[in-house]
Nanobody
Framework: QLQLVESGGGFVQPEGSLTLACEVSGNTELYYTLGWFRQVPGKEREGLSC????????IRNYADSVKGRFTISRDNRGVYLQMNKVKPEDTATYYC?????????????????WGQGTQVTVSS
């Protein structure tokens, strides 16, 4: 069983930057793929990025919507999402998750453990 707690959300102006953090705790957190998703009301949860464990090569994948603007990283405390050049359409609740595989599909079903989410609002 893993516990995930997001932090770092808030208000940011367009073209600004924000870093989200997700603290992960549990017995085997080092072996899981960690990912970031986001969701706006009335829409499906969207996979943004994932990073596999070091043992699995530290593979990273990004959704086209954030490629080149967002960067995922991880250490032995959790996973992070550096968000640069944010846009109003990045406004959403952001969730971190832990699962088994880091694939280009960034499929929600691949993730077993979820945080409670942190709100990001991009507005001038």
């Amino acid at each position: 069983q893993l516990q995930l707690v997001e932090s770092g959300g808030g208000f940011v102006q367009p073209e600004g930057s924000l870093t989200l953090a997700c603290e992960v705790s549990g017995n085997t957190e080092l072996y899981y793929t960690l990912g970031w998703f986001r969701q706006v009301p009335g829409k499906e949860r969207e996979g943004l990025s994932c990073v596999s464990s070091s043992a699995s090569g530290g593979i990273r994948n990004y959704a086209d919507s954030v490629k080149g603007r967002f960067t995922i990283s991880r250490d032995n405390r959790g996973v992070y999402l550096q968000m640069n050049k944010v846009k109003p359409e990045d406004t959403a609740t952001y969730y971190c998750a832990a699962g088994g595989q880091c694939t280009q599909k960034l499929a929600r079903d691949d993730y077993v453990f979820w945080g409670q989410g942190t709100q990001v609002t991009v507005s001038s």
